[in-house]
């Protein structure tokens, strides 16, 4: 008769050092969730594949049953636990509002459910084992992960984007100007939402890879492996649809068009330039300004740390000073992020600004953190004429960001000036 010995594995209590990795690990996932919330983007977009695998894995791993934990004891494991819980379910709201907001235009439910739904609940599980560590959250979530693992999930997603008539992107970008969405800002509305389930594909597989303690990674390698070809496939659909060559088409056009117009006032230019804007294949929404003739820190100034990228300016040229600023994120921004830049603008605008122009944008505005500075800021003497418009910015009456008439010095020494905080 063969003899078996049953061997029982006791859960340990967590020593100082296991807590201390347990909060780093922790740590570093709840700081890498804050940048992909914090920019609208995804964990592919800041290069964060490593450090959530491997952050992923770790908290799994503490979560898998191997530690007994003691909420008195390992507190501070718990209040990780808890924020980093906050975090992962912004991002399945974030996903699932972008997502959200393309249904108003366009009819796409297999996608929900065959994607948007598994991933979703799946998520929840994954909360569920943060917030409340045992048994049965673990349980729960096996069984969930073996109904729709991530790998599985990205199979399907690879189906529908090789298809023809199943390819959400191209089904959006055809039907868009049917249904007042414009087709490039389509391709980038299902470009961000893709990405955004990569990430949360990537999460939930490290994170199960830990938790249910694979004996490999082969299927985190793997998933990277199909997200890559994923984002091959992404690029090469928008380079089909975008004018990516239009900035330098621009600037040439710019050079040109300042010292041959000057027949037109100021506002008969900026529309013509707007008119411009307007015919290029993008998603970068503009500001578009021209005044009269000036000098930098005298009659305008401005702050732009990404300038070489994004303004084009031709100075004291045909009379005028003339502009365009692009903003490559304005157009997939919250509703949010458009308040608080009006109000900031609104609360900075109105007596507070004193002085000459040398410095004051730095000073009194970006060094006291009154507004955002990692677009554009501009401030100008209303009295040159100056005239701003914003194109390819639908349904925003201020443009990518908010521009207004503010006032400089108090009554009644004041001036007026106009000011423009732009988006990055």
């Not at 605008?349 to 060094?367: A, E, M, T, V």
Request: aromatic fraction near 12%; hydrophobic fraction near 40%.
């Amino acid at each position: 008769m063969s003899e078996f010995t049953v061997v029982t594995v006791e859960t340990q209590a967590m020593t100082s050092l296991e807590v201390a990795s347990a909060v780093d690990q922790i740590s570093k996932m709840i700081e890498m969730v804050k940048k992909v919330l914090e920019k609208g983007k995804s964990f592919y977009d800041f290069f964060y594949i490593e450090g959530v695998i491997n952050a992923g894995k770790g908290i799994g791993d503490i979560l898998s049953g191997k530690h007994k934990f003691d909420p008195k004891k390992e507190e501070a494991v718990f209040n990780e636990l808890k924020i980093l819980e906050t975090g992962i379910k912004k991002l399945g709201d974030q996903m699932a509002n972008g997502f959200n907001e393309l249904k108003a235009y366009l009819s796409e439910f297999k996608f929900f459910l065959s994607i948007i739904s598994p991933v979703s609940v799946l998520t929840k599980h994954m909360r569920n084992c943060l917030k409340h560590p045992g048994p049965d959250a673990t349980q729960n979530f096996s069984k969930a992960y073996s109904e729709h693992s991530p790998m599985a999930l990205i199979m399907t997603l690879i189906s529908y984007l090789e298809g023809g008539s199943s390819n959400p992107i191209r089904v959006a970008m055809a039907s868009g100007e049917d249904r007042k969405l414009d087709p490039i800002l389509a391709f980038k509305k299902w470009e961000n939402i893709i990405k955004g389930v990569l990430g949360q594909f990537l999460l939930l597989e490290a994170f199960a890879n830990g938790l249910l303690e694979f004996e490999s990674d082969f299927n985190c390698t793997q998933l990277v492996k199909e997200s890559t070809g994923i984002l091959d496939t992404l690029k090469k659909i928008n380079l089909e649809c975008e004018d990516i060559n239009y900035w330098e088409d621009l600037k040439a056009f710019m050079n040109e068009y300042t010292p041959s117009h000057t027949h037109l006032n100021n506002f008969q230019k900026v529309n013509e330039l707007k008119a411009k804007l307007e015919g290029y294949r993008t998603c970068d929404a503009f500001f578009v300004v021209v005044f009269n003739e000036g000098n930098f820190d005298e009659t305008y100034s401005y702050v732009c740390p990404n300038a070489d990228d994004q303004l084009i300016g031709v100075w004291n040229k045909g009379m005028c000073n003339a502009f365009v600023y692009r903003s490559r994120e304005a157009n997939f921004m919250p509703e949010s992020e458009f308040v608080d830049v009006k109000n900031a603008g609104r609360v900075a605008g109105y007596g507070k600004l004193f002085g000459g122009y040398k410095d004051r944008i730095q000073k009194q505005l970006i060094d006291t953190t009154a507004i955002r500075s990692d677009g554009l800021v501009w401030l100008g003497d209303m009295w040159r004429d100056v005239a701003v418009e914003t194109a390819n910015c639908r349904g925003r009456e201020k443009g990518p960001g908010w521009f207004n008439d503010v006032q400089i010095d108090k009554y009644p020494s004041h001036k007026i000036e106009v000011m423009i905080i732009a988006f990055p």
